[in-house]
């Protein structure tokens, strides 16, 4: 039996990464001025917001997939996918936030992390309800 310790580990790795982000979304509005709850005025403190909810919206198609992924593959496997997924994910919030030009690499990264789990979770739950019926 797995215990998914692994996976467990990068699901709060992933929480963390997203938390450090929130916090620098704070430190952009404390630095150009521009209290919550505006959201627009300071091209830095924008590109922050973005950063954040980007990483928000991925969220919810990475976390069940390197779940599933774990339960019908491997834990470890999920799990080293997973820490790419925050690399990737860390990449692209610093791009961004220096300049919106150099997030793509980061962007990659996370959503070939995401694909790979996704899809291996999907692939591997059609073949066992084949195989089981």
Not at 51 to 59: P, R
Not at 68 to 93: E, M, N, P, T
Not at 103 to 114: D, V
Request: charged share 10%; aromatic share 12%; glycine share 8%.
């Amino acid at each position: 039996m797995q215990t998914h310790a692994y996976v467990a580990i990068v699901t709060i790795l992933a929480l963390l990464t997203y938390l450090w982000m929130g916090l620098a979304v704070g430190a952009a509005r404390r630095k150009c001025g521009i209290a919550a709850p505006c959201m627009t005025g300071d091209p830095a403190l924008e590109r922050a917001i973005r950063a954040h909810s980007n990483t928000l919206e991925w969220l919810p198609v990475f976390l069940p997939s390197m779940w599933l992924f774990a339960l019908y593959w491997s834990d470890l496997v999920a799990a080293a996918l997973g820490l790419v997924w925050i690399v990737g994910r860390i990449a692209y919030q610093r791009g961004y936030v220096a300049d919106p030009a150099k997030r793509e690499i980061g962007f990659l990264i996370q959503a070939l992390a995401t694909a790979i789990l996704l899809f291996g979770a999907l692939g591997r739950a059609v073949w066992v309800l084949a195989v089981t019926g």
